[in-house]
């Protein structure tokens, strides 16, 4: 039986490596899909890159093409499994999960930790990200023209097997919840030889690309990181910069905020960490600052000893919505960092 792991970030790799040597399962009975062009350096796994296209919203409007999209979408879950599986996600809210879940040859799917999501409870999250519920007309065309295959969207179904965590904390109120040891072994992964070496390093978030905070906003903000930062740097002090996954497919934005950081900062050399460097395995070398918005490294970097700084309350103070979500998060984030 093949074991299917979407990955898209650090934490869900290691998580996703720490379920399997909890189950022992062999690796050649392992596939990792790729989401938003993570990169790892894994061995030993077969890894595919999640490249559907998101043509969801055509399925009621142009029949044809929502045909063409499904069977598109079976035939890659065909491809991955000539026999049963089972699924892995951080969450059930994408259609390809759900469209995963409904294969014939699908045996049952877990939830696995992803982050600061993971930290909600089920109200919590969908308050969040509402379920999307299909409205009589879409559940009839689903009905008619798919055979039901579409249907609602939770951000977690209560369907799961298992809830894997790294710790008690997370899916709070979740039944079947397995709590793993060792998330984070002290191995380390490719580039982390280099990147130890890092004092202070800006963990970028994607909230201006997915337009939680308007540019202006965030930018004012930001800045004042920046001068927070001035006073920190010492002579000649390198300042490291890491993406979000999310900026690796929509690259406009962070590339303008990274030139912004090299304006700032003309007497400092500004290094960018590629995708494969994990900012988990960074926490483990020691004497890090990491500077974030809101981020889940928070919560796994303090875990491990370093030291983490938000400046979310700065850009807060320029946009009364992003404070008031910002005073929804889960509790384990405010604990794990000292605000700006």
Request: aromatic content about 14%; charged content about 25%.
């Amino acid at each position: 039986m093949k074991h299917i792991f979407l990955i898209h970030s650090h934490i869900t790799c290691e998580v996703a490596l720490a379920i399997i040597r909890r189950e022992h399962i062999a690796l050649e009975d392992v596939v990792f899909l790729l989401d938003r062009q993570f990169e790892t350096q894994v061995s030993g796994i077969n890894m595919v890159p999640l490249d559907l296209p998101d043509e969801y919203f055509l399925i009621y409007k142009n029949p044809l093409r929502g045909w063409r999209y499904l069977r598109r979408i079976r035939k890659f879950i065909d491809n991955l499994s000539a026999g049963d599986f089972v699924c892995y996600f951080p969450h059930t809210y994408s259609e390809f999960a759900n469209l995963a879940v409904a294969h014939p040859r699908c045996k049952g799917y877990s939830l696995m930790e992803e982050g600061l999501w993971s930290y909600f409870s089920v109200v919590g999250m969908n308050e969040v990200v509402p379920p999307a519920i299909l409205g009589w007309k879409q559940r009839l065309l689903s009905q008619v023209l798919y055979m039901g295959r579409f249907k609602d969207r939770y951000f977690c179904r209560n369907d799961y097997l298992y809830a894997y965590a790294t710790s008690d904390q997370a899916f709070p109120g979740f039944a079947r919840k397995v709590v793993l040891e060792d998330t984070f072994p002290m191995a380390g992964n490719a580039g982390c030889e280099q990147s130890c070496l890092a004092r202070k390093v800006i963990v970028l978030d994607s909230v201006v690309e997915t337009r939680v905070v308007g540019e202006a906003d965030f930018l004012a903000g930001f800045d004042r990181l920046l001068d927070t930062m001035a006073e920190r740097l010492r002579g000649g002090e390198a300042i490291y910069i890491k993406r979000h996954p999310y900026q690796y497919v929509k690259r406009g934005f962070s590339d303008r905020l990274i030139e912004h950081i090299r304006q700032k900062f003309p007497a400092h050399e500004v290094r960018e960490f590629g995708g494969d460097v994990s900012m988990e395995q960074m926490a483990l070398s020691g004497d890090v600052e990491f500077y974030l918005n809101v981020s889940s490294v928070s919560i796994y970097a303090s875990r491990l000893g370093a030291k983490v700084y938000s400046y979310a309350r700065t850009i807060g103070a320029q946009s009364p919505e992003f404070m008031g979500r910002l005073e929804r998060l889960p509790q384990v984030f405010r604990d794990s960092v000292e605000f700006i």
